[in-house]
């Protein structure tokens, strides 16, 4: 079954951008629906952005124009460009799929810490 790692999280300056990194493993991830999920302390867990495996992509209203979410089928991986970032955006930040059980996968989550 799928398995998540996220990696590229770090602490940034407020305006500042970082890219998140996604490796599946254990299946290919190219018919996968996949997505980005943040979760701040003390807050629910939030979805932020989607890439379906058509290519259709969504993103929360809070971070349209600043995040770009990409998928490459062929690394079997997928993406988070972080640009203009703000305090909110302070969390971790998780990869999911569904496996093909019909669960929601999760990776461990990467931090990401914006300070202002």
């Known amino acids: 079954q799928v398995q998540l790692v996220e990696s590229g999280g770090g602490l940034v300056q407020a305006g500042g951008s970082l890219r998140l990194s996604c490796a599946a493993s254990?299946?290919?991830?190219?018919?996968?629906?996949m997505a980005w999920y943040r979760q701040a302390p003390g807050q629910q867990r939030e979805l932020v952005a989607t890439i379906t495996s058509g290519g259709i992509i969504d993103y929360v209203e809070s971070v349209k124009g600043r995040f770009t979410i990409s998928r490459d089928n062929a690394k079997n991986a997928v993406y988070l460009q972080m640009n203009s970032l703000k305090p909110e955006d302070t969390a971790v930040y998780y990869c999911?799929?569904?496996?093909?059980?019909?669960?929601?996968?999760w990776g461990r989550g990467t931090q990401v810490t914006v300070s202002s």
């Open positions: 999911s799929t569904i496996n093909s059980w019909g669960r929601r996968v």
């Open positions: 254990g299946s290919v991830i190219r018919n996968n629906n």
